[in-house]
Nanobody, 121 residues
Framework: VQLQASGGGVVQAGGSLRLSCAAS????????MGWFRQAPGKEREFVAG????????LYTDSVKGRFTISRDNAKNTVHLQMNSLKFEDTAVYYC???????????????WGQGTLVTVSS
């Protein structure tokens, strides 16, 4: 599975962005998907995950109620809708594919290249 993340940009605090991750390969629908982020000088952290069929989602506490992960297996895409963005959401966002939607990086085998989200205060 090859992953291509897009949709990052600069947005004011309180604004919204929608990240997309396009996947190639016939096994996309068999994989759970996750979004992680990495801010400068910090470790990569889990943001959200979704099961292979979209029936189960998981979020880190800091984004609950603001971010929504979704997927379209017919289009081999996964999205992260980010609302009410805060300065501390600034990071490079990565999409990843793995067997289960878990909050650990080691649970994902395939990674996209990342897209930068900058939230101005």
């Amino acid at each position: 599975v090859q992953l291509q993340a897009s949709g990052g940009g600069v947005v004011q605090a309180g604004g919204s962005l929608r990240l997309s991750c396009a996947a190639s390969g016939r096994t996309f629908s068999n994989n759970a998907m996750g979004w992680f982020r990495q801010a400068p000088g910090k470790e990569r952290e889990f943001v959200a995950g979704i099961s292979w069929n979209g029936g189960s989602t998981l979020y880190t506490d800091s984004v609950k109620g603001r971010f929504t992960i979704s997927r379209d297996n017919a289009k081999n895409t996964v999205h992260l809708q980010m609302n009410s963005l805060k300065f501390e959401d600034t990071a490079v966002y990565y999409c990843a594919a793995g067997l289960r939607a878990v909050p650990q990086t080691y649970g994902y085998r395939y990674w996209g290249q990342g897209t930068l989200v900058t939230v101005s205060s």
